[in-house]
């Protein structure tokens, strides 16, 4: 098990690990679309976590950047294609967080959490508008606080 998360189960760890490709999808494709650039910027952000944010997390993004691709394609493959509905799940899958979050050390539980909220931050804002002006859309702002979470 990787440092930080030996409180939890292999399992456990999955679910918070596949969160990542969950908050992707939620918040790229509120608009209807997840496009190229979102899972590309998405998949670069998962390395670039692994050494730069909190040391404590390094090994969880190595972990999440190993096979992020292919979790994000399973699980976008597994959802309906329309918009609402996708949501609806999504956002009962990131909720099983809320179990797993208070297990870990505080600390590393609140970095976590952090860390979810400034995916999706960072997601939202990555397509972009004119000079990144209105660059998050209402649909996307909609999700990228991550509401469903609770806050540690």
Known sequence: MIE????????????LTDTIARITILVG???GTLDKEEKEDA????KIRSYA????????????????????????????????DRAN?????????????PKLDQPIGHEL???????AEHVAK?????LDFLSVSK????????DMINPL
Do not use: Q
Request: hydrophobic share 35%; proline share 2%; glycine share 8%.
């Open 53 to 84: 944010n909190a040391e404590s997390l390094h090994g969880f993004y190595k972990e999440v950047g190993n096979n992020f691709t292919e979790t994000l394609d399973t699980e976008f493959d597994s959802l309906p294609g329309i918009v609402e």
């Open 4 to 15: 930080h998360f030996e409180n939890i189960t292999p399992e456990e760890f999955k679910t």
């Open 29 to 31: 494709g509120a608009d």
């Open 139 to 146: 649909a996307e702002d909609k999700w990228m606080h991550l």
């Open 43 to 46: 998949e670069k952000l998962t």
């Open 126 to 130: 990555c397509s972009g508008g004119f």
């Open 113 to 119: 959490y952090k860390s979810y909220v400034s995916f």
């Open 89 to 101: 799940i999504l956002v009962e899958r990131i909720k099983l967080v809320n179990d797993i979050l």
